[in-house]
């Protein structure tokens, strides 16, 4: 919901930085899988329960993850960079829930499981709404220059990465929060099918 808004403000110094970042020689494919680096550095960050290294690792994972389209576009964009730049995105939302429920098994495991099964059905409808959208070669910059087509929501990557923050700054409240962002993934979700059923109608 916030991500086309947000695109606007990041897009300019991310492409700056982006360029710059190409000049010294790094790939989008180096930049990608830094991001994931930090990304799991978090996972074990909230192991050890360091919840402010964890909040840095997780703004570095992110950061990473809007530079490496900006050096894509500043040098090379390949297929195969987009196809890595979701994969390692989906590990990033996946690890992090998965940190806070082998943190506490016992309190966290239910919440945590659903968590994982409503990102697991938003990915299925967002991925499934992207393939139809090439098949039929639609085309949207609304959420930036990108390898697939984004469909908007109520909950994007903006939203996503203030909620595991906010498990970081408060943890002891992971699965109240937990049940309520899922709910959200699921309703995000079903808007997206309803508007799959629209768009794509023979």
Request: overall charge neutral; aromatic content about 12%.
């Amino acid at each position: 919901m916030l991500d086309r808004h947000l695109r606007p403000l990041i897009d300019p110094p991310l492409n700056r930085l982006g360029a710059s970042a190409a000049q010294w020689g790094l790939s989008a494919n180096q930049v990608t899988l830094i991001g994931l680096g930090f990304a799991l550095a978090a996972a074990g960050a909230i192991l050890a329960q360091l919840w402010w290294l964890a909040i840095l690792l997780i703004l570095a994972s992110r950061l990473a993850d809007g530079l490496d389209g900006a050096v894509a576009r500043a040098s090379h964009v390949t297929d195969f960079g987009g196809y890595l730049d979701i994969v390692c995105d989906y590990v990033f939302y996946a690890v992090i829930p998965l940190a806070f429920i082998a943190l506490d098994p016992a309190a966290h495991g239910v919440a945590g499981a659903f968590l994982l099964l409503s990102f697991y059905v938003n990915a299925g409808s967002f991925l499934g709404f992207s393939v139809l959208a090439e098949k039929k070669q639609m085309r949207s910059e609304a959420h930036g220059v990108k390898s697939l087509y984004f469909t908007g929501g109520l909950l994007e990557g903006t939203e996503t990465i203030a909620f595991f923050l906010l498990l970081c700054l408060l943890p002891g409240w992971f699965a109240a929060l937990a049940w309520g962002f899922g709910a959200l993934c699921l309703i995000t979700a079903g808007a997206r099918v309803i508007l799959a059923a629209k768009v794509f109608r023979d």
